[in-house]
């Protein structure tokens, strides 16, 4: 979708997450698209104002607690329903996430009121703004398009996680082997044979935390560590498999309370 001079503020990228065409954050005031369409699914969600929209000559709208999915190839518009415009984030989506056998359900019910789906995609959004997290967006995506399917296809017999602790301690004997050079949600369904979706919830049920939780949590032990041995925050990112300095103080002030560095230098008690 293109802008013009009345967008705020756009961003958009491509991530390195498997499936996502593009990330799209945007606030329109009075821009109104025309009809076009995408040859990617279109997930989005509305965080500010509304937006109405035509798909298949039905007029639909995206009030806030809805998360809208709009097939590829079907022509739709999209314009301001509120006189202060919009704000939404959209990912763009390939045939690997949703498959063309849901377009047709897709265009008789594209506003899903699901609180939850719409949770999971405003973290999966954080997750994809943040570099060195794509395992964590990985997972998010993989459950987020369980959910859809859910919707889309209500009828057909859900893959309900089952608990699996053999699989489960696969995953975890993989994710300790590779704690510096990580592992792709992707590699790791490969490596152990599993349903992406499954392998995340026998893993979550099994150990009560998600596996890019584990992973980052194995991080930051083997960084207090090496803080403690003197090396410093700089070397201690590089050297636990964070994206940088940055992606490392993030995570380990979230779990420790301190950043690294003050961490390095606390005193020991007399």
């Known amino acids: 979708m293109a802008a013009d001079q009345r967008t705020h503020t756009v961003s ?12 799209f954050h945007a606030h329109y005031t009075e821009y109104a698209y025309p009809m076009h369409v995408h040859e990617a699914w279109t997930l989005l969600i509305v965080d500010d104002g509304a937006v109405r929209y035509d798909l298949d000559r039905h ?20 314009s301001p329903a509120t006189p202060d415009g919009f704000r939404k984030r959209v990912l763009y989506l390939d045939a690997s996430r949703l498959g063309d056998e849901l377009i047709g359900p897709a ?36 459950l987020i398009g369980e959910r859809l399917h859910a919707h889309l296809r ?31 949600l992707d590699e790791a369904t490969r490596l152990v044979h599993a349903h992406p979706a499954h392998l995340v919830r026998a893993f979550s ?36 498999g964070f994206y940088d300095q940055a ?14 560095g003050r961490y390095r230098t606390s005193p020991a008690p007399r």
């Open 107 to 142: 265009v008789d019910a594209p506003d899903l009121r699901d609180p939850v789906l719409r949770r999971r995609v405003g973290q999966l959004h954080a997750a994809l703004a943040l570099p060195g997290e794509e395992l964590e967006a990985e997972s998010r995506l993989t």
């Open 12 to 23: 958009a990228w491509r991530p390195r997450v498997p499936g996502v065409v593009e990330v």
């Open 59 to 78: 007029e639909h709208g995206t009030p806030h607690d809805t998360v809208s999915l709009l097939p590829p190839h079907v022509p739709h518009n999209g």
């Open 205 to 240: 049920d099994a150990y009560g935390i998600a596996p890019h939780q584990y992973l980052t949590s194995r991080r930051v032990d083997r960084a207090r560590r090496l803080l403690l041995a003197g090396h410093s925050p700089a070397e201690v990112a590089g050297a636990t």
């Open 154 to 184: 209500p009828r057909e017999p859900r893959d309900r996680a089952r608990r699996d602790p053999v699989l489960a301690r696969r995953l975890r004997e993989l994710l300790d082997e590779r704690v510096v050079q990580g592992v792709t």
């Open 247 to 260: 992606h490392l103080t993030r995570h380990f002030k979230r779990l420790v309370g301190v950043t690294p």
